[in-house]
């Protein structure tokens, strides 16, 4: 790049625009530095050291005019403003979550990156170089994005989008760098025509249009294209009959043009039907680009859209969008008055423009109001059947009533004769063609719909009644008014009446389903009792009378023609239905009936009372022949048990069948114990049966196999257990390891419906060991201690096992433990999901634990209403008040005798053993066992680093123990703790830390009275010390006494390592991996002074309790 001032210019503004970017990844931030860079005076080849700027712009504004490569452009400023905020994402602070993957489907992707060329170019040079399937993706090696990379593309992205746009809308100050890759935008186009003209400096007044009056005759150069007033395609003619627009023209018919629906009925003459007619080639009309449905008013040249009048005014209403060049297009004038509604010279409906036909009167759209044709009834007007008279819609095709077609005629009708020889009746009786009622008295109107009986042919009415023709009556008098006929005024007044009496009867319907009452009752109801009655009412109080009246009626009859009175047999056999002489014959007062067989026979016969009689007798007949085929012969019995059973078969024959069951049942429900299975029994197939019968077998096998593994020598399982494992399978073998499980808590032989295992792991313990082990586990232990108690897994530690393996547990536990055990597992279960809030805090007086909202340093337990300070977890003493944890420390020091009497132990206790994972604190001493497990959470650590014991392997690259091991630091007492105390008191007299080598006033100096957790019995239990004590320390044993010095050591930050010999320096720097290797004749001094150098860049434990 040339060192002109405008390369020194662009590399200043580059390099401070790339550091905002990389720092804030904002676009915003370097919106000034962006337009300044666009605008700099320099080639495309020296502005752009990333992008192919120059083969980007030429790939991209391929077109044969300006119009195009406007476009063209435009598409290219929508894919780099995608392209601008995937690198701002990149190089944000805070990249979105999936950042590292750009995938293909994505739509915003398919309509703008994907829709140029070059775009994955950019999306390579910000680093997404891996191929995926269904997109690009960084590497998976790649962590981060390199920032200062994808800032430098990013910059020059928005460069050449602010370039490209400055361009497009013609304000571009250097157009001349572009000449050779985009020729067509240099070239100024004349605006003529109705052309906008707005001058530079001029504000549009109103933002509204001007056009200007064309020249005369508008020239073009070369590569541009003309502006001319967009009057759309010549206007198609007419159609030649109804004056509409045309879509066809007929070549044979004198090139008349017709549309589709006149084309259709003028050619469907045979004469015409072979003419070739040929479709008029229209201009598609442009729509706005904005709304897609109003037609286009301007086309704006900046902005490169096609608008309607309406979008336009609003879209260019924008200040920074009024200075835009904009065409007015002139629509296609068509004045035809076939556009316009028309009126049907027939029935004056105001149609719709295109309707070719009149929707009323469906006549044509031409027809004049004198021409005469045959009316048809509208097929969407109701219509009368003419055989019943019932009014149908007019979608219908069939009657609603009597389904005729709906251009039946009425059907003839015979006359009805009573019988075959009597011809008195003839004249007499006639049936009426409407509603086929057979009339008795002469009479000219039925009696039923009061209609005339007279129809075309005569042949309803009886003799009497038709009338002889007559020449002079059948004529019509001269002058007179013809009568109209009543009939429809009565077929109306039927067709009323009917439909009140449905709604009437409807209503009934749905008043008696209320109240639990059928629809047969209710209409039975209304046969007996008449339209005026509730039928509700008439069922509650008559019914039940009514009910008994046919009971007695039919016992009656059944007891007269039994004893052999033939009178009332005529009235029985009205029917054609004799009484069977097989029925068994009844001897006494007569046949038992009950009300509800009387109510079947009531409904059957719809309400009639005689033949509700005749009904209950039959179907009592039919009950008492299939009683009598299934063996039970005593009628009288028969009688009283379908009586019983309310005239159900079913019942009667459970109530017969009860007393020669009675023997069964009193063997079976005796108290004498059923005798067991005897797997010995010499009757083989008694006691298989007996298993099919007891245990649900699936097959005769089966039990032969129950028995054979029952006959085993030294059996010790029961037979249901033999049952259950038969039941899973017939593999011998297979059975034997189902009965035959050993449990490793108490060591018996059970079968494994027996056993019960956990989900964590493949060991199975019996039901009594399990309750027993979590029984106890509960009540005396954690709840981390909750594991099985073969294998001791799942690893509670895991919080990832931790949800799944209690929320299965809970389930397991709920029908084995006891309420009360089972609610302690659960307060158990609550605290420890407690401990993972940060306000959660364990009480210092007692073992409960709760959440603190409050901000003060006082806390009261809500369990033993003790308080404590929430900072230092000391009991509060009113001391505390308005004084700092160290000041209250300090003051307790100075004031306190107790505190002085206690000397060092109480420094200790006071400094004692912080749990990291639960934050509970021990008033215990570091000197014993370095390995502490919480009794809270069961976290196991070191207590003079904090860092966690691993039992299997850890996540240390470095480390290969699988054992019990931890990884502790230099100053950790885990390594101090060897050193003898006056090499301890050396170094802290090296760094001026004062230490304590007398006892305090009136502190027992015999024994170490310091607190400890001790190991007592498979118990931990805390207590005094107990060991001699030496002169010279303080009052405490040489182990506590050195807890002490490294207490001094780690609340002051002392490196160890300075007084490190070689051997332990070298053992030190193979421990946290320092290079051992020693240069070429390099003296010993200095060697271990290159040593000691590297090791005390390796910091001292982070985890570390530096306590003053």
């Avoid at 005629?409 to 009573?418: E, F, K, M």
């Avoid at 084995?816 to 089972?822: A, F, G, H, P, W």
């Amino acid at each position: 790049m040339s060192g002109s001032p405008a390369s020194v210019q662009m590399d200043e503004v580059r390099r401070r625009s790339q550091s905002l970017l990389s720092f804030s990844g904002s676009a915003q931030d370097v919106k000034a530095e962006v337009q300044t860079m666009a605008s700099i005076p320099l080639p495309l080849s020296e502005k752009y050291g990333h992008l192919g700027a120059e083969a980007m712009l030429r790939e991209n504004t391929a077109g044969h005019n300006r119009h195009e490569v406007l476009e063209s452009l435009s598409r290219l400023v929508k894919a780099l403003s995608i392209l601008e905020k995937y690198g701002c994402n990149l190089t944000s602070p805070t990249r979105p979550r999936y950042w590292r993957s750009v995938k293909h489907n994505n739509p915003v992707f398919r309509t703008t990156v994907d829709a140029i060329k070059g775009g994955r170019r950019v999306l390579y040079l910000y680093g997404y170089t891996n191929q995926q399937v269904d997109g690009l993706s960084f590497p998976d090696e790649v962590t981060e994005p390199d920032t200062e990379k994808v800032a430098a593309v990013t910059l020059e992205v928005m460069t050449l989008r602010t370039e490209v746009d400055m361009l497009i809308k013609g304000i571009h100050p250097h157009i001349e760098y572009f000449k050779d890759v985009i020729p067509f935008i240099i070239q100024q186009d004349k605006l003529v025509s109705d052309a906008v003209v707005i001058l530079p400096g001029d504000k549009p007044q109103g933002d509204k249009l001007q056009p200007l009056s064309p020249p005369p005759k508008p020239t073009q150069g070369p590569g541009a294209q003309p502006l001319k007033p967009s009057t759309g395609s010549p206007a198609a003619r007419d159609c030649n009959l109804c004056g509409g627009p045309s879509s066809l023209v007929c070549p044979s018919c004198d090139s008349q043009p017709f549309c589709d629906a006149c084309d259709d009925l003028f050619h469907r003459h045979p004469s015409r039907a072979n003419h070739k007619r040929d479709k008029i080639q229209k201009a598609k009309q442009e729509t706005c680009s904005i709304c897609g449905v109003s037609s286009v008013h301007a086309h704006c040249s900046t902005c490169v859209q096609r608008l309607c009048l309406n979008c336009d005014k609003l879209f260019h209403s924008h200040p920074d969008r009024k200075g835009h060049n904009r065409t007015i297009i002139a629509p296609a004038k068509t004045s035809s008055p076939s556009l316009s509604p028309w009126e049907c010279a027939h029935c004056t409906t105001v149609n719709e423009m295109q309707a070719v036909l009149c929707t009323t009167c469906e006549r044509p759209r031409l027809a004049t109001a004198a021409s005469t044709v045959q009316e048809s009834p509208s097929p969407n007007t109701e219509w009368q059947c003419k055989s019943c008279t019932v009014v149908n819609q007019g979608s219908s095709i069939l009657c609603e009533v009597c389904e005729r077609p709906r251009l039946a005629t009425r059907p003839p009708v015979a006359p009805v004769l009573s019988s075959p020889g009597s011809l008195s009746d003839c004249g007499t009786k006639w049936m009426c063609q409407f509603c086929t009622y057979v009339n008795i008295k002469p009479t000219l109107v039925c009696e039923m719909c009061n209609l005339s009986g007279k129809d075309s042919a005569g042949v309803s009415l009886p003799q009497s009644l038709r009338q002889t023709p007559s020449s002079t009556k059948d004529q019509p008098q001269p002058g007179a008014k013809p009568q109209p006929k009543p009939r429809l005024n009565l077929d109306l007044k039927r067709q009323k009446m009917m439909r009140e009496d449905g709604l009437i009867l409807i209503h009934q319907i749905r008043e008696a389903e209320k109240c639990g009452i059928s629809p047969e009752e209710v209409y039975a109801a209304i046969l007996c009792c008449g339209r005026n009655t509730k039928p509700c009412d008439w069922l509650t109080s008559e019914l039940p009378h009514l009910l008994d009246e046919i009971c007695a009626m039919a016992a009656s009859v059944q007891l007269n023609y039994k004893a052999g009175d033939c009178g009332i047999q005529p009235a029985v056999e009205r029917d054609g239905e004799e009484l069977e002489q097989s029925v068994p014959r009844v001897t006494g007062e007569g046949v038992k009936l009950s009300r509800a067989e009387a109510k079947l026979a009531w409904l059957a016969a719809g309400g009639d009372t005689d033949r509700a009689v005749r009904q209950l007798l039959k179907d009592r007949q039919v009950k008492m022949k299939e009683l009598h085929s299934l063996g039970f012969r005593d009628a009288s019995q028969c009688e009283e048990a379908l009586r019983l059973s309310g005239g159900e078969v079913k019942g009667a024959l459970s109530l017969l069948q009860r007393p020669l069951l009675e023997p069964f049942h009193q063997r079976i429900w005796t108290e004498q114990l059923e005798p067991q299975i005897d797997p010995k029994h010499p009757d083989k197939q008694r006691m298989c049966r007996r298993l099919l019968a007891l245990y649900d077998l699936p097959s005769w096998g089966r039990c032969e196999l129950v028995l054979s593994l029952l006959q085993e020598p030294d059996v010790s399982y029961s037979l249901e257990d033999v049952v259950q494992a038969v039941k899973e399978s017939h593999d011998k073998d297979f059975i034997r390891r189902l009965l035959n499980n050993e449990c490793p808590c108490c060591l018996c032989i059970f079968p494994r419906s027996k056993m019960q295992s956990l989900t964590s792991c493949q060991c199975s313990v019996c039901h009594e060991c399990f309750r027993l082990h979590f029984t106890i586990a509960v009540r005396d232990k954690h709840i981390r201690d909750m594991v099985c108690p073969v294998c001791s897994e799942p690893d509670i530690n895991d919080q990832e096992q931790l949800d799944s393996y209690f929320s299965t547990l809970d389930i397991q536990l709920r029908d084995c433990l006891e309420m009360d055990v089972y609610e302690l597992f659960h307060k158990k279960l609550t605290e420890h999901a407690l401990m993972k809030d940060p306000k959660f805090l364990w009480c210092y007086h007692c073992t409960s634990g709760f959440i603190n909202d409050g901000d003060q340093l006082k806390i009261t337990c809500p369990s033993c209403r003790k308080s404590f300070c929430a900072q230092c977890k000391k009991p509060w003493e009113p001391q505390h008040q308005d004084l700092s944890c160290e000041q209250f420390q300090q003051w307790k020091r100075e004031n306190d005798p107790e505190y002085q009497r206690q000397g060092l132990a109480g420094y200790l206790r006071d400094n004692g053993i912080t749990c990291p994972h639960c934050r509970f604190q021990y008033a215990l001493t570091k000197g014993g066992c370095i390995h502490f497990s919480c009794s809270q959470c069961r976290y196991q650590f070191c207590s003079g680093c904090n860092n966690p014991y691993h039992k299997t392997a850890c996540k240390t690259s470095h480390c290969s123990y699988t054992g019990l091991h931890a990884h502790h630091p230099r100053d950790c007492l885990f390594y101090l703790r060897d050193w003898e105390p006056p090499r301890l008191q050396a170094l802290l007299q090296r760094h001026g830390v004062e230490f304590n080598t007398d006892p305090s006033t009136g502190t027992q100096t015999d024994a170490c009275c310091v607190m400890e957790q001790k190991d007592e019995g498979g118990q931990q239990t805390d207590s005094p010390c107990g060991i001699q004590t030496q002169p010279g320390q303080a009052g405490l044993c040489e182990k506590h006494y050195r807890e002490y010095l490294v207490s001094l050591i780690n609340a002051h930050s002392l490196d160890p390592a300075l007084l490190y010999d070689a051997h332990e320096l070298n053992r030190a720097c193979e421990r946290y991996q320092v290079d051992t290797q020693r240069g070429d004749s390099e003296e010993d001094n200095a060697y271990h002074a290159r040593l000691l150098k590297k090791l005390m860049e390796v910091p001292l434990g982070e985890k570390v309790p530096r306590n003053k």
